[in-house]
């Protein structure tokens, strides 16, 4: 069967982790092969010759599936028609900023493409922010596409999610595929919480799966041990991974983050395959979270967009993790409230 192109908008597409996308994008990396699609990048005027000299190279690439590249600094433009939409761009912080200044900022360029959204978007469109702070972005934007439904709006966790496995295959001495049911939970910030209590890990001899916990026990001497490893390095390794890579590379993550976000989508759009991935979502309350809040969980998918998994026990130490990474959601959310948005 023929497909007719996905249009898939891109913002910030001069930056890095645009210049690490659109490449594999346009190889089929994100939709599958066989589907074409056609790229809209969104910048600011001060990038716009690194995303228009991105378009020629794309150009040069000569890709089959590639319907066709528009570059433009206006959201009206970009977005109209738009299937897919990848959030990147975004306000970092800037030296004496404020958590408040920096939401502010932020709300000045979500608000705005969730407007343009809203208006010239295609009916089917799915929004993924990747632009930090990502999870209260992604609830500014989809507070201000009062027409678009908000489930259609979502924030990148699997990067976090992909560092989880990434750690946990390390001590275990086994393939990443190996493990299963990992979750992130909360906010894609510090305050996140890496859970691999329900997670399971094959074992390469027999095929049978044992829980991460009990395999962490036996590897490294006990339960625990296993769940000091967890609290002292695991969880704190994974939340703080960001800051480490700009410390041993000089610059933040881009690689990495390129092809989380082209996971999520693909996985998304085709179907998760085992167990489950993470992936921030609005709440609707699922595992307490205050409806609304675009909030990581559990989620997986047949095709047709992520759905969160519920049903989850939560053992008490594991609720108040949440809660405290849910708490700081809470309070991005208040805070752009005070700013009249959301
Ligand atoms: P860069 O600074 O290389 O690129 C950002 C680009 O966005 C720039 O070219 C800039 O001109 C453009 N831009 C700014 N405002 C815009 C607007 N209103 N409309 C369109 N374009 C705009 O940053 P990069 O390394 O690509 O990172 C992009 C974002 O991803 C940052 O906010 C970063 O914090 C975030 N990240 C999110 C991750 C996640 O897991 N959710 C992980 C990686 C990354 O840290």
């Known amino acids: 069967m023929a497909y007719a192109p ?14 690490a996308l659109l490449f594999r994008i346009a190889a089929g990396g994100m939709l599958g092969q066989g589907r074409p699609v056609r790229l809209k990048l969104l910048e600011i005027p001060q990038g716009m010759r690194a995303a228009e000299g991105a378009a020629l190279e794309l150009q040069d690439g000569a890709f089959p599936l590639l319907a066709g590249v528009e570059v433009s600094d206006d959201p009206r433009t970009a977005f ?68 678009v439904p908000a489930d259609r709006f979502e924030a990148l966790t699997r990067l976090d999610h992909n560092r989880a496995l990434g750690q946990l295959a390390a001590v275990l001495e086994v393939p990443v ?27 390469p001899s027999t095929g049978s799966r044992i829980g991460v916990v009990d395999a962490l026990a036996e590897r490294l001497g006990g339960r625990e041990a296993a ?30 983050a390129a092809h989380a976000a082209i996971s999520h989508v693909r996985d998304s759009v085709l179907g998760t395959t085992e167990g489950w991935t993470s992936a921030a979502l609005v709440s609707r309350g699922e595992y307490g979270v205050p409806e609304g809040l675009v909030s990581s969980y559990p989620v997986t998918s047949t095709g047709d967009g992520y759905r969160i998994v519920e049903g989850l026990e939560l053992d008490a130490r594991s609720r108040a993790r949440v809660d405290a990474s849910v708490a700081e959601l809470v309070a991005e959310r208040d805070a752009v409230r005070a700013l009249g948005v959301a």
Request: net charge negative; charged share 15%.
């Open 227 to 256: 769940e000091r490893w967890l609290d002292e390095t695991f969880i704190p390794r994974v939340a703080g991974r960001g800051a480490e890579i700009i410390e041993v590379r000089g610059s933040s993550s881009v690689a990495s």
């Open 177 to 203: 595929s190996a493990i299963r049911d990992v979750t992130i939970w909360g906010n894609h910030s510090a305050t996140q919480f890496p859970d691999v209590a329900h997670a399971t890990v094959s074992d």
């Open 80 to 147: 109209d028609g738009c299937n897919i939409a990848l959030l990147v761009g975004a306000r970092p912080r800037g030296p004496g900023m404020e958590r408040a200044d920096l939401l502010a900022a932020n709300a000045g360029i979500f608000g705005p493409q969730g407007a343009a959204i809203n208006a010239v978007a295609a009916d089917d469109v799915r929004v993924v922010v990747v632009g930090n702070p990502a999870n209260t972005n992604a609830l500014i934007a989809a507070a201000s596409a009062p027409d």
């Open 6 to 19: 996905t249009t898939v908008t891109i913002t910030g597409a001069g930056g890095q982790i645009g210049y």
